[in-house]
């Protein structure tokens, strides 16, 4: 059973995907709140640089994402086949 969290941040990760295909390696062209963090880009998550000097997206509530997290990471492909029945 999945908590609150981990659906926040698999919905992070599919943002993240959407938005940022290849997980940046340095602070995005983003508005800024501080030197190390950004302001919030969805539902409270923004990019964050870490004390090791690592590029993360957080919420400061659940595990934060890494760019070794969204390597493995695919969104799924959706097909829609459209069937007519002219008989």
Known sequence: MYDKYH???CD?????AEHYPEF??????????????????FRGWAFIILLDGEL???DC?????????????KLPEIS???TSSND
């Not at 390696?25 to 919030?40: D, F, G, H, L, T």
């Not at 509530?61 to 990471?73: H, K, N, V, W």
Request: include cysteine; charged fraction near 15%; charge should be negative.
């Open 56 to 58: 993360a997206f957080a």
């Open 12 to 16: 992070a990760m599919e943002w993240l």
């Open 7 to 9: 659906l926040s941040r």
């Open 61 to 73: 509530l659940s595990p934060c994402i890494r760019s070794a997290d969204m390597e493995a990471f």
């Open 24 to 41: 940046p390696k340095v602070m995005p062209n983003v508005p800024m709140i501080a030197e190390w963090y950004s302001a919030n880009l």
């Open 80 to 82: 829609i086949n459209s």
